[in-house]
Every structure is written in C-alpha cells, then in structure tokens.
C-alpha cells in the first residue's frame, strides 16, 4: 500500500506518522523506500500533493547544505515504521499503572505550552523516537539516539498538521522522519525537509527542556508524562512490543561509536561523545562542553550579537537563554542556595539562574522573584544539548567555548 494511503487508514484524525535513527532492518543500503520521500523529484511546494510532476528545481543551499541531499548520501538504518512513531498519546500523573519504571533520574524532554507540561521519557523515546500530539497546536516531539538530540515542533506544513514517521533511514547519522502531508523526508536536527516536495521547508522550532524527571517534576508538580505502549498508540497499533526498561542504546555514549558506522567524522576537538549545548546567531556557531559549563557555574557570553547566559543543573541539564531581559542585558550568576559545586547537592532540587535583585528558574527560565519575576527567559538553543559529534556534523565552523 503507498505510505500516503496507509496514514490516511489510521487515527490521530485520519493521520500517523513515522520515524527511525537504528533498528533491526538491513543497513547502508541507501535505498529511500516509499515514494515522495526517495524520488529525488521536488515539487514547487510543501503542501498536499496532487499526482501532478513537476521539473527538477536546481539545487538550493541551506546553511551549509546542498538541498536535496543526495540520495547515496542517505543509510538505512530500519525499515520503514520498524521504529514504529507514537500517534494518539496517552498521559498520566506518572508511570503507577504500568509495568515498566521510571526513575527520578530518568531523562525526559520536557514541553510546556500555556501552563500544560507534559514528560516525554527518553526510555520512551529511545523505542519510538517520535511523538505526534497537540497542544493549542499539533506538536511534533523527536529524539535521535544515535546524535543523543531533542528537537520539539510546530508539525503544520503550510498550515496544514501533519503527521511525522520513522523512514528508517539516516543522514549524518541523525533521524530521517516522512510526513503524511506531502510524503517528503526531513532530518531532524535540520528541522528541514531534505528530499521530497517539500524539499527547504522549515519546521517552526518550539522551546523545550532535557532534563531528569526529577529536575522537571520537581519545576512542574502537575506536569503529566507520556505513557509507553500499549496505552499509547503507535503506527503499528497498541501492542506492547519493547521493554522499556531496557536502554537498547545502553553504553553507546561511552563507545568509540559513532552512529552505525557510516560516519567519517574527523574533529578531534572534543570526544565525539561529548555533551555539548549549541548555539547559532547572526552567521555564528558555538558549543558548550558540559564539563566546562559545569565548571564554570554559569557563562555569560555574546554569539554573533546574541547575548547568551549558558548552565547546567546538577544532573548535567543543559541550558543557554538570550541574557536580555526588559530592554537590557543582564549579568547572571548562579543563586548560592542552588550552586552545588561537587555535584552532590539535591538531583531534584530546582536551580536557580539570578541577576541583580531578580532570579529565574535554570529549567524553565521563568521569573521566580524580584522586580523582573514577571519575565520569561528566552531560550537562545533551537535544540536539545547534544553528541559533539552531531552538532559539528550540522555546524563544521562552529566554534568552542573555552574558559
């Protein structure tokens, strides 16, 4: 059955979706698979498709890219929907009614949207890699396992919602997703559609938070967390297929590896492991190394002319925020009460960002107290922290920030 005609059969309002970085299907075989996605033939526009071809537009650069991306540029590293995206999410309090465990210090990635926060546990995430679900908006959550990268999205294409999938294939090795609108690919970490009709499109980014279920309870007490299948339902329907208290990656971010091994990448600066949080402005990457923000307590710094203050909670959660706040660009320091220097403080203690006379929550950058508590810190990252690796892979000339 054509991808488009089996999404249009199942739920979310007629529509599902899927998405994939590793799993269990043949790999490097550089064979798109479906249609739109791998035909290397963009249409003029991202929106439905009606049947009708079009010319091969020239090639178009994005950033550093090339669009489309060649089609031997891509490695198979599932089958299509063998990492089956979750469609019509289930929440709860917590994980009581279910057989399957969760920690306070299992990693989430966190989104708030007009006072609703909800969880979306990695341990969840490492299975299924993307979540369709809606807020005031269709919202679109991904993580790629193998580049250790959230990216959290408006899921409308030209207005009109769309539902993502794993197309089992990687580029860079980051997650290549398929959208049930105009059966194009996307890379995640891109947040662009990289072959298809919609090749250039971009998702609109949406600010979210990786952090521990602790940290992130502990910032939300009503926050309400994503529940695994069975009760969530997926492309393939509810069937509980994973145990999901087994990490399918455990130790990959201690090994040499990179990816599934169709990865040449070359910058030794850092390990390729590293934790890292980026940011992009004005023509200007940079990346900041866990440790040395650790260190360091907090950074004030500029990128490009994009003021940033840049920290990590106890549990190694990173975060960068634009330091202008209320017309004027502050110097932030991290509140004593919260600065935990040996690492050993409360892991679900709620950290603190301060300047001046006025301070904000390190997760969630919203105003605590003083005469600025009623501003919200923006983020300055478009995505989640990150493998070094993965972000100088999008980011060649990126720098490091260094003490």
């Known amino acids: 059955m054509h991808r488009r005609a089996f999404l249009a059969t199942a739920g979310l309002g007629g529509l599902v979706g899927i998405a994939g970085c590793a799993g269990s299907g043949p790999a490097g ?74 920690s306070d210090d299992s990693r989430v990635i966190g989104v708030v949207r007009d006072g609703d926060a909800r ?9 299924h890699e993307i979540v369709n679900d809606s807020f005031d908006l269709p919202v679109l959550v991904t ?44 890379s995640q970490l ?15 980014l949406l600010p979210a938070t990786m952090a521990t279920w602790g940290e992130w309870r502990a910032e939300y007490p009503e926050t309400r967390v994503l529940l695994p299948p069975p009760e969530s339902n997926t492309v393939r329907g509810r069937r509980q297929a994973r145990d999901y208290d087994r ?7 201690r090994s040499a590896r990179i990816g599934i091994g169709y990865n040449d990448f070359s910058d030794d ?40 203050v840049v920290s990590a909670s106890v ?37 603190v960002l301060r300047a001046g006379d006025s301070t904000w929550g390190l997760l969630t950058g919203e105003g605590r107290a003083g005469p600025l508590a009623d501003t919200r810190l923006r983020r300055a990252n478009d995505r989640s922290q990150l493998f070094w690796f993965a972000w100088a892979d999008f980011h060649p000339e990126t720098e490091i920030w260094r003490p």
């Open 119 to 127: 969880a979306y546990p990695l341990a969840v995430l490492n299975w």
């Open 269 to 308: 600066r850092l390990d390729p492991k590293a934790s890292v949080i980026g940011v992009y402005a004005d023509g200007v990457a940079r990346a900041y190394p866990r440790e040395a923000v650790w260190e360091a307590g907090v950074v004030n710094d500029t990128v490009g002319d994009l003021p940033v």
């Open 247 to 253: 990490d399918p990656y455990a130790g990959y971010d």
């Open 190 to 204: 891109l947040g662009t559609a990289i072959r298809g009709p919609a090749t250039g499109t971009e998702l609109t």
């Open 29 to 102: 075989s550089g064979d798109t698979g479906g249609s739109g996605g791998g035909s290397g033939t963009p249409r003029q526009s991202a929106t439905a498709t009606d049947g009708s071809p079009a010319s091969v537009p020239p090639p178009e650069r994005f950033r550093n890219v090339e669009l489309p991306v060649p089609e031997d540029e891509l490695n198979r590293g599932a089958s299509e929907d063998g990492i089956p995206a979750i469609v019509d999410p289930v929440f709860a309090d917590d994980w009581s009614a279910v057989d399957d465990s969760l």
């Open 315 to 351: 549990n190694g959660s990173l975060v960068a925020y634009d330091r202008r706040v209320a017309g004027e660009t502050q110097s932030f320091e991290r509140d004593p009460a919260t600065a935990t220097g040996d690492g050993t403080g409360d892991r679900t203690a709620s950290a």
């Open 143 to 186: 993580y790629c396992p193998l580049c250790g990268s959230g990216v959290v999205a408006d899921r409308r294409i030209d207005g009109h919602p769309a539902v993502f999938g794993v197309s089992g294939l990687l580029w860079n090795s980051d997650l290549v997703m398929y959208d049930s609108v105009t059966d194009s690919l996307w």
